[in-house]
């Protein structure tokens, strides 16, 4: 039976349970899911969608916290603290086998299960600890490489992540992530990211696109796609990511669970608005009847940032 892991605190609560919504709609047998999040475990509101899906076979919770921690990089951008939640899951997931890690900007599309346990077969074949797919290769103009220090050819995305739990733990991820966070502070670009590709430097089993695919393309490029990821700073859940591609396919999935429509989340209300004219003056937004919907629920958005913040 495979396992899949979710990193998430209280800002992606919802994104969260719309990735867990779609995996548990398109696998072919019954998963276990572990959370990984600040919330209390007796408060974190799991939807009955997700509770009692025929897909879910067993849920855990598991409350971290790592206010000890001088975290970096993390100042006006589009990710919170959960993105180094991973980085400590030994002292929190209880398995001996292998396990899928997903970030919350995946959307599941197709049935992962034949695909993921074929890259199990591959990583015990190879005597590799985990997989993922590589983004930037050395030479293609990034400095990636040199700010790092690392001495392979290959940068990976950590988006998706298949990996084995044992051989995890005797990389030690957790201590030396402890140790490059003071370290790749002043270097580092995408926080819990920089720090696995410099632990896994070149020790990775390279992981399909169907199994992280980033692509901006039409849909139709890409029939094949298991798991969609919204890399980047745009997602489905803002005011200019919400017309990219796949989008309408995460807000179905939302509705499904929430009863709403359109999820959009608003953390500053100055680029919410400038992003609103934009996106009219653009015409990537018409006012039309769903334009104007997605407007209502982006000013709700601005609405309860306001009331959040007070």
Not at 114 to 129: D, T, V
Not at 169 to 190: E, P, Q, Y
């Amino acid at each position: 039976m495979l396992d899949f892991i979710y990193c998430f605190d209280s800002n992606y609560l919802r994104q969260a349970m719309t990735s867990i919504y779609s995996l548990l709609d398109n696998v072919s047998e019954p998963i276990n899911i572990h959370i990984i999040t600040n919330i209390d475990k007796e408060k974190i509101q799991i939807p009955e969608q997700i509770l009692f899906h025929q897909s879910l076979n067993e849920s855990s919770v598991h409350q971290i916290n790592l206010s000890n921690l001088e975290l970096y990089n993390l100042k006006s951008a589009h990710v919170t603290e959960a993105t180094f939640y991973r980085l400590f899951l030994e002292d929190h997931i209880n398995l001996n086998g292998y396990a899928t890690y997903l970030d919350c900007d995946i959307l599941c599309l197709r049935d992962p299960v034949k695909l993921i346990k074929q890259i199990y077969n591959k990583l015990e074949k190879n005597n590799l600890p985990v997989s993922f797919n590589t983004e930037i290769k050395r030479g293609q103009g990034y400095d990636y490489f040199e700010k790092l220090d690392l001495k392979g050819s290959r940068y990976f995305n950590a988006g998706v992540m298949v990996f084995n739990l044992t051989s995890w733990k005797k990389f030690k991820v957790k201590s030396s992530a402890i140790d490059l966070i003071s370290i790749l502070k002043d270097k580092a670009l995408f926080w819990d990211q920089d720090i696995l590709n410099v632990i896994f430097d070149e020790k990775f089993y390279e992981l399909p696109v169907e199994l992280n695919s980033r692509s901006r393309f039409d849909e139709k490029y890409d029939k094949n796609i298991i798991f969609h990821h919204f890399s980047g700073k745009y997602k489905p859940w803002t005011v200019r990511g919400i017309s990219q591609k796949n989008s309408s396919l995460f807000h179905k999935m939302y509705q499904k669970i929430y009863g709403q429509k359109y999820l959009i989340s608003v953390s500053n209300n100055k680029n919410a608005l400038k992003q609103i004219i934009e996106e009219i003056s653009t015409s990537k937004l018409k006012l039309n009847k769903k334009g104007l919907e997605i407007l209502f629920y982006a000013f709700m958005g601005i609405l309860r940032n306001i009331k959040k913040n007070g």
